[in-house]
């Protein structure tokens, strides 16, 4: 599936197509550089999916944990919780079993992972992987396979 963004206003739009895709996978590795708008996108996710937290970026916190208080109601099989990692700063694999990712894998929560290369190994085999490319006329094309 791919879905294309020409600027900041579709991002709910991209979002809801996104949504509409989840089925009743869990585990979702978001890869693009640095300012792709990994992290914009997944806050608008989050939002379509009905979290009312602030949805902000887990960088230095590592995981984000989001409660989803008001699904669509048009979405089945959606759990109450989202958990947003960023694995930017990690540095050795060791610090992401300390600090219990497998536990968060193993759940019935959303995982939204950013930077998953480090723990691809890790993943699921049913993880979905996201790429979010900036193309040379600033909007994004989002390839989910």
Known sequence: M???ISDIGQIRNAAHQFIEY???KRVFAFHGGMGAGKTTFIK???EELGVE???TSPTFAIVNEYAITN????CTHIPSTIYH???YRIHKLEEVYDMGFEDYLSGDAFCFI????LVEDMLPTDAVNISIDENADGSRTIIIE
């Open 85 to 87: 990692f960023d694995f």
């Open 53 to 55: 937290d602030v949805i």
């Open 71 to 74: 699904p669509p109601s048009t």
């Open 2 to 4: 791919e879905i294309h």
């Open 114 to 117: 950013e930077w998953p290369e």
């Open 22 to 24: 989840l089925g009743d």
């Open 44 to 46: 608008a996710v989050c």
